[in-house]
Each structure stands twice: as structure tokens, then as C-alpha cells.
């Protein structure tokens, strides 16, 4: 009798995997990225951490961007300028 009966391994597993596959592809992105094209589209490139490469995980961290190295503090501040650039129309 022990031989006749599936193992209930045998068919939960392929099931758990199927809906763990088929999970994940339904998952949307909730972020949402801090400038959009028409926002960008008046001002300067401003260099923003998801476009440059690490170059030393340190305090603070640097960050390569168009040829230049900056830290994670000049990112930041070079962001704060742009937005208040753009938030006073010039």
C-alpha cells in the first residue's frame, strides 16, 4: 500500500512552484522615479545615483557619472539645486 499512494511532496511541489512563477510575473513596480521626462526635459542633466557606476562603497560613498567622480553628498546636492532651480521657474 505504501507504493501505491503519491507522496504529497511529489505534487505540492510543482504546484508551489508553478504559483511562485506565476506570482512574481504579475508584480508591478511601485516606485515611481524621481523625475519624469517633462521634468527633465528644461533643465541639465543632473547625474543621479541610478545612472552612475560605484566606485568606492565607503563614508560617503562615491559615484561615477559622465567622467567624474562624485560622493553620495554632491549627488544629493547637486539634485536639491536642479529641483530648486526648477521650482522658481528658471
Do not use: H
Amino acid at each position: 500500500m505504501k507504493g501505491t499512494t503519491p507522496c504529497l511532496w511529489r505534487v505540492l511541489a510543482p504546484i508551489a512552484m508553478l504559483a511562485s512563477l506565476a506570482g512574481c510575473g504579475s508584480i508591478q513596480s511601485t516606485v515611481t522615479p524621481a523625475w519624469t521626462p517633462t521634468q527633465t526635459a528644461g533643465t541639465a542633466a543632473v547625474p543621479r545615483v541610478e545612472d552612475c557606476a560605484i566606485v568606492a562603497i565607503s563614508s560617503p560613498t562615491r559615484y561615477a557619472c559622465n567622467g567624474k567622480v562624485y560622493t553620495s553628498f554632491q549627488l544629493a546636492k547637486l539634485r536639491m539645486q536642479a529641483e530648486q532651480q526648477y521650482a522658481s521657474g528658471k
